[in-house]
Structures are given as structure tokens and as C-alpha cells.
């Protein structure tokens, strides 16, 4: 089992959707002992739904985190930047996103936020009273069982679209 058995974080997340995606970018800078559990092996969201011209409903501003901290270094902004794309997006001058684009600046975030583990698959989640923390358990690609505890639980499944 991995994890230190007397570590208990602060929030333990389950689930790598937009909602604990946002969550993890926005705890980054703080000090705060943040670790997010998914399944899958990568950043993934409504696989299959990607229309070539499919848009978000919301504008850019909208993203993971501007709205509650427009300097995050997590801004779609930001993405656009690092991509080298920022100016060829504001000449388009339509300030609504493809939904595959959406997905790439979600994966390229996820690769820069701290915490979040990639092939957890959650099996249980209890409450430890004595500990005063949730106890959740997964399991890795390779089979191997993983132990976090933490003083809150965050459940950011999802539902299918």
C-alpha cells in the first residue's frame, strides 16, 4: 500500500472533472495538502462528444479558475500563451471555445497542478472515527492498493452527457 499511514491531507477528491480540475489549480498556490484520485490514465471529458465545430455553451472566461482568481497561472489565458496561440485567439475574435480545445487546455493544466494521481481507481471510502478523517482506498493500473486519508472529501464523479 503507498501513502504514509499517519499522513492525513487536507482534502482528499475523487474524480478529475472540470469541478476538481478547477479545485486542484485553485488550491496550487495555497497551502493546502490537496491530493485528486481518477480512474482514467489522463484528463478526459465526454470522450466521444467532440464534434469538430462543438463549442462550449460559456465564454473563455469561464474556465477553471479567472473567475475566482484572475491571475492564476491555470487561466485559459495562460494556456493560450504557453501554447503560443494567444493572439490568433483574440483576432478570431469568438470568445467561445471548440470543446476539444476546452479538452487540451484541461490536460495541459492537469499536467502542471500538484496532486492529482492518474490510474486510481476508488474502491471505498469510510469515515474514521478514532482518526476523524475519511479513509479512502484505490487501486493502480499495475493492481498495486493505495491508502489516503483526509480531513474532507471532495466527489466530483460526474455524470455522462
Known amino acids: 500500500m503507498s501513502a504514509a499511514p499517519d499522513r492525513v491531507h487536507d482534502v482528499v477528491a475523487i474524480g478529475l472533472g472540470p469541478a476538481n480540475l478547477g479545485l ?3 488550491a496550487d498556490p495555497l497551502d493546502l495538502d490537496l491530493v485528486v484520485l481518477e480512474r482514467k490514465p489522463r484528463f478526459d471529458w465526454h470522450p466521444g462528444m ?3 465545430t462543438a463549442h462550449l455553451q460559456t465564454p473563455f472566461l469561464a474556465d477553471l479558475v ?3 482568481d484572475p491571475t492564476s497561472r491555470f487561466s485559459f489565458l495562460a494556456y493560450l500563451k504557453d ?17 476539444s480545445e476546452y479538452v487540451a487546455y484541461c490536460r495541459w493544466a492537469a499536467e502542471r497542478a500538484r496532486g492529482i494521481e492518474l490510474d486510481r481507481d476508488v474502491r471505498a471510502v469510510s469515515f ?9 482506498e ?5 493492481g498495486t492498493a493505495h491508502v489516503h486519508r483526509g480531513r474532507n472529501l471532495v ?4 455524470t455522462p452527457p
Open 24 to 26: 486542484a489549480c485553485l
Open 50 to 52: 467532440m464534434l469538430p
Open 66 to 68: 479567472t473567475l475566482a
Open 83 to 99: 501554447a503560443g496561440r494567444l493572439y490568433s485567439f483574440y483576432i478570431r475574435e469568438d470568445f467561445f471555445v471548440l470543446r
Open 128 to 136: 474514521d472515527e478514532a482518526l476523524g478523517a475519511y479513509v479512502v
Open 138 to 142: 484505490s487501486v493502480d493500473a499495475a
Open 155 to 158: 466527489a466530483g464523479v460526474g
